[in-house]
């Protein structure tokens, strides 16, 4: 079966190269503000398959929530600063919602993964020159875990793909439900 990876996201791409041999790469072009959390991959699969029928799609959105707030991604280094120093010493969430859809074969999977991750105490310098490499600036809650030269984070409680932005763990238990072969 043609598989679709719907995000631009080159750590999702990564991320999915992992299980998956062969797939293609078409962002769906929504616009996101217009709809809930919890229904925008579902929304993503649902656009790609418009011209992508018979293909299985496989879409995710991923937020940080601190104090019952979503920290999406910054608007500019300001905001990055503001963020991190929210975060610092900190304990919050990083919900992944993902889809795996196909309209023909008529599969709609839809999940929620959350993981706790624990921030160390963040100095001023830290953080500047965290936001100085320009990482924090397409990442929700301007940060990334995979930007290890930079004692962010404290520990993680939950899988760390998901923080990244794609659970694979559960993806994968989904895609060998359905019958799809998977790298060794």
Known sequence: MHIILASASPR???LLHKILSNFEIIP???DEDQYPLNMLSLIKAQEI???HPSSLIISADTVVILDEQVLGKPKDE???FDMLKKLSSRVHEVSTFYTIYSKENNISITRQVT???YFNKLSD???KAYIATKSPLDKAGAYGIQDKEFPLIEKIE???DNVIGLPLQEIKKDLLSLGIHLKE
């Open 28 to 30: 769906a072009n929504i």
């Open 12 to 14: 999702r791409k990564e």
């Open 115 to 117: 993981s706790l991750v």
């Open 158 to 160: 939950g899988e760390e």
């Open 125 to 127: 310098e830290l953080i």
């Open 49 to 51: 398959a418009k011209t």
């Open 78 to 80: 300001d905001d990055a």
